[in-house]
């Protein structure tokens, strides 16, 4: 674990991009019990996350046209318990961080893993994520 010190300004990114933060099973639990769509961001301190995954994220939602009912963060590496406890609702698919996940009634409908957002930039990971929010986050979808 990193001192929390350093790790205040990562989670300030996407708390100040209107993501709530989960630090707790109890939390994630709550979260994800909600109806509705609900994004889930397993945000982390490496660079991927710092140059692609927040970045994108955050100018996704800047620009989405729909937008999940909820949105839920955990921090990968720091909050193990609440981490471990997200990452149960994306089986059978592996650990990953970064990952953005959008999940409607508490069930994985889509998943961006790391190899997807480090592979482009932030303007493709937040191309990306408006594309799925459209698609499972909209009335329609339901």
């Known amino acids: 674990m990193y001192p929390e010190s350093l790790i205040i300004p ?5 708390v100040r991009a209107g993501i709530k933060e989960t630090r707790t ?16 961001a397993i945000n982390a301190i490496c660079d991927c996350a710092a140059s692609k995954m927040r ?7 800047k620009d989405a046209a729909i ?4 949105m839920i963060t955990v921090f990968a590496g720091q909050d193990i318990e609440a981490t471990e ?5 994306l089986a059978p698919h592996p650990p990953s961080s970064p990952a ?8 994985l409908v889509y998943l961006m893993d790391r190899d997807q957002i480090d592979a482009g930039n932030p303007q493709l990971v937040a191309k990306e994520l408006r594309r799925a929010m459209n698609e499972f986050c909209s009335a329609k979808s339901a």
Not at 30 to 39: D, H, K, Q, R
Not at 85 to 89: D, G, M, N, P, Q
Not at 100 to 107: D, E, F, P, V, W
């Open 10 to 14: 990562m989670r300030e990114q996407l």
């Open 25 to 40: 099973t109890e939390e994630v639990d709550a979260a994800l019990a909600l109806s509705g769509t609900t994004l889930l």
């Open 55 to 61: 970045p994108g994220l955050r100018l996704a939602l």
């Open 67 to 70: 937008l999940p009912d909820h």
């Open 85 to 89: 406890r997200a990452r149960s609702f």
């Open 100 to 107: 953005i996940a959008i999940l409607r009634n508490g069930k």
